[in-house]
């Protein structure tokens, strides 16, 4: 079974909700341990009578840090202690709510690229069940790493949505072929021969709610404004709703009975109930939670690296990479 290393002291409510999510990630069956200074991990495993096991780090990176020189400097922080867990092997993947920056350049650094990977990306699960990916790592891309994006977002599609041939769209102004930047159009020659993409060609942002692709590639800066739109277009829907049933006693009734679709409807555009986001094309599994994440989203970050190191995510997207174009 997969050993998650945990960074318990990232985060704004580190080390608490995070010892208690892993808490939560353990009974569930995760196999886990945290990485932070014992001295104030080791009370709160104790008032729950849970015993999960230490490793002790004596230095925290904060979020006002400059990462990379953080990394260098804090040799003894919580969050390369947990990336040097996995790039041992006594660990099979890492989470961390702390610095994202910081969490990247372990990743990246301590961890290891995989053979060919010039810019690991940061991939998100949608509500609707689409990868997103980069979502925020790099925020411009040439076409092959575009390219590389594919394969990763293939791979973790299959791997976390257990699709046979996930579809692979573009990200594109519009559908037609020739539409785009020239690094669009370039990316598009590409990740059309790569060997077992499925690639569906360009999408636009609407086909988030369609059935056209299950991954969308595109850089991290279009990416992340595609995401945050997103979710002010779900806020907005929410806002709406409450706005055009407020008042209208007559639709009691029907809303107690739609009480529960709505609940599962709230509970979808949770961004606890994924829990955090992929790092993808590094030799291990690294999965980046919220700042704010409280334990039930530490305990779905873990459950999100136990399976993808339990499905063998890394190796995979090795696979896929060794068929795909260098750099042009």
């Given at each position: ?178 539409k785009g930047r020239d690094v669009e159009k370039e990316a598009h020659r590409l990740i059309g021969a790569i060997p077992g993409i499925n690639f569906v060609g360009n999408v636009e942002g ?123």
């Amino acid at each position: 079974m997969s050993r998650i290393a945990v960074d318990a002291m990232g985060g704004d409510r580190a080390p608490e909700e995070i010892v208690l999510g892993a808490v939560a990630a353990a009974d569930a069956g995760a196999d886990v341990v945290l990485v932070g200074d014992a001295h104030r991990i080791s009370p709160i495993l104790e008032a729950r009578q849970a015993e999960l096991p230490v490793v002790h780090a004596s230095e925290v990176i904060d979020m006002a840090d400059d990462p990379t020189t953080a990394l260098r400097e804090k040799k003894d922080a919580s969050v390369s202690v947990a990336a040097r867990l996995v790039a041992s092997g006594d660990a099979q993947g890492f989470v961390s709510a702390g610095s994202t920056g910081a969490a990247m350049a372990a990743a990246a650094l301590i961890v290891g690229r995989l053979p060919g990977v010039t810019r690991p990306a940061i991939a998100t699960l949608m509500p609707t069940h689409k990868i997103v990916l980069d979502s925020g790592a790099n925020l411009t891309a040439r076409a092959d790493q575009l390219a590389q994006f594919a394969v990763m977002g293939s791979a973790l599609a299959s791997s976390h949505l257990g699709l046979d041939r996930p579809r692979v769209g573009l990200l594109n102004i519009g559908e037609e072929d020739g539409k785009g930047r020239d690094v669009e159009k370039e990316a598009h020659r590409l990740i059309g021969a790569i060997p077992g993409i499925n690639f569906v060609g360009n999408v636009e942002g609407r086909d988030l709610a369609t059935a056209t692709a299950d991954v969308f590639v595109t850089d991290g800066f279009t990416g992340n404004v595609l995401l945050k739109t997103a979710e002010g277009a779900a806020l907005m829907v929410q806002t709406l709703l409450a706005e055009a049933i407020a008042g209208h006693r007559e639709l009691q009734d029907l809303i107690a009975r739609l009480a529960p679709a709505l609940s599962d409807f709230r509970r979808r555009l949770d961004p606890e109930t994924v829990g955090g986001a992929h790092l993808l094309g590094v030799d291990g599994v690294v999965v980046i939670a919220h700042g704010s994440s409280s334990r039930v989203a530490i305990a779905n970050a873990i459950s999100m690296a136990r399976e993808g190191a339990n499905n063998g995510l890394p190796a995979k997207i090795e696979q896929g990479l060794a068929t795909t174009p260098t750099r042009v």
